[in-house]
């Protein structure tokens, strides 16, 4: 079985700033994907970035980035030039592939950002 | 649709009492997911569906839950004699097919139960 760590409850940044969230994950699969997910008051849950575990290359997506670090089951979310609208809470969510998978997400307990005008 | 939708928004239930939640996935979108979001906890995978294929009810906690998806679409995803640790938000997912899902499911709103 798998199991994601947020060990962030809560992280505040004011706007304009970068914050870095962090995420563990522990697993005995090797193909996989890792995401992060937000989640704003209307509750539905927007995809924000992925990585495919067989690259070795960081994903990133605008203002967003991760460092995904295989050896040591470490994905960080980096959000860059943080806006007000970034204000969600924050899943990263883990999910295995190939056979026998049912491409379910196992996810964190979250992290709260706050971004501060 | 345009969107993953999900009913009612808001529910408010009596302990003991039985409760219906509905998901209308986007249209052909053939994996659907239900998942639990209890107070200061990550989602928690309940139930998938894709296509006609036996669902995998391995996150169901306990009996009193269950779910169907009719014609390959709408799912309802039942309590019965509901209990208040059953108080969380109920999430539906869906995605093309089972693979798609890891270019990201579309979730919906999600119905949000208070059992009192």
């Known amino acids: 079985a798998q199991t994601v760590t947020q060990s962030q409850p809560e992280m505040s940044v004011q706007e304009a700033e970068t914050v870095t969230l962090s995420c563990t994950y522990d697993t005995s699969e090797n193909n996989y994907y890792l995401f992060w997910y937000k989640q704003p008051p209307s509750r539905q849950m927007i995809l924000v970035i992925r990585q495919e575990a067989y690259k070795q290359q960081n994903a990133t997506e605008n203002r967003f980035s991760v460092n995904f670090q295989k050896a040591a089951k470490s994905f960080s979310l980096k959000i860059s030039d943080s806006q007000l609208g970034d204000t969600a809470m924050y899943f990263c969510a883990f999910m295995k592939i190939g056979g026998g998978s049912n491409y379910k997400l196992t996810f964190g307990k979250g992290t709260l950002l706050t971004v501060n005008p | 649709g345009a969107g993953v939708s999900q009913s009612p928004s808001n529910k408010v239930t009596e302990k003991g009492k039985d409760v219906e939640l509905r998901c209308d996935p986007i249209?052909?979108?053939?994996?659907l997911y239900w998942y639990r979001q209890s107070l200061g906890q990550g989602l928690e995978f309940l139930i998938y569906f894709q296509g006609n294929s036996a669902p995998d009810k391995s996150g169901l906690p306990s009996d009193r839950f269950s779910a169907e998806r009719t014609g390959g679409s709408v799912s309802t995803l039942t309590i019965q004699r509901t209990q208040q640790e059953d108080s969380a938000v109920y999430l539906c997912a869906s995605s093309l097919s089972y693979g798609l899902g890891l270019y990201g499911y579309t979730f919906g709103s999600g119905t949000r139960l208070t059992v009192v």
């Open positions: 249209s052909g979108h053939t994996a």
